[in-house]
């Protein structure tokens, strides 16, 4: 298995990559701020996070996870509460859900997600809208043994201190993010019994 998969004595591992990037990319390269003023309205500043985990678990079971968000505050440290506030189809399609995170930041946020797209083992999203507003999606893949998932969170910040700050903020709100998908990873890692590498870019 080597470093993509250490579960010994029931503990599992997460591990991040230590790949080179390319040149001329900086680590700022792994996410974007817009400023999405128009005439005559609010600031809001626009943010995309981009994460890849590697995890040599069967796709599926992957894929069980994190589709069951309503599990998520058993395993994931920095959601707090999940809320069904109303059901969609079988398949989960327009449930909408109140989410409630706290990072390593000294707040917390709630917001609800809608879920827009449900391809089984394929692809998961949702639209935010509330203390943040945005766009969440999930892909699932396989890569030789691997299971790849890539997160893309696009996310529009609604409170008006982030926005005024943001110019100040950027590095501190990627560190957060950073800090909450670390302790998903790890809590996956141990749900699933498998180790879970971080190659976000």
């Known amino acids: 298995m080597g ?5 010994m004595n029931g503990k599992s ?7 080179r990037r390319p040149p001329g990319r900086s680590q700022q390269d792994q ?4 400023d999405t003023r128009e005439p005559g309205s609010t600031v809001m500043k626009e943010y995309h996070f981009v994460t890849i985990w590697r995890t040599k678990a069967p796709l599926s079971e992957v894929y069980r996870e994190i589709h069951a968000s309503d599990s998520w505050p058993q395993w994931w440290p920095a ?3 999940v ?6 189809n079988d398949q989960d399609l327009g449930t909408v859900r109140r989410m409630t995170w706290k990072g390593a930041l000294p707040y917390s946020l709630a917001f609800d ?11 998961l999203a949702g639209d935010a809208f509330g203390e ?24 529009y910040t609604t409170k008006a201190w982030m926005n005024l700050f943001a110019p100040i903020a950027k590095p501190m709100f990627q560190w957060n993010h950073d800090h909450v998908m670390k302790g998903g990873a790890e ?9 879970v590498i971080d190659e976000s870019p």
Do not use: N
Not at 3 to 7: G, I, L, Q, V
Not at 31 to 34: D, E, G, H, N, S
């Open 187 to 195: 809590g996956l890692s141990q749900r699933l019994g498998a180790a």
């Open 79 to 81: 959601v707090k509460k």
């Open 3 to 7: 470093d993509h998969c250490s579960a």
């Open 113 to 123: 997600m809608k879920s827009t797209i449900v391809d089984p083992e394929t692809v």
């Open 83 to 88: 809320e069904t506030l109303s059901k969609g």
């Open 132 to 155: 943040l507003e945005g766009h969440g999606r999930w892909e699932f893949s396989r890569e030789g043994e691997d299971t790849i998932i890539r997160y893309d969170w696009k996310v």
């Open 31 to 34: 996410w974007i701020v817009a």
């Open 13 to 19: 591992t997460v591990q991040k990559s230590e790949r």
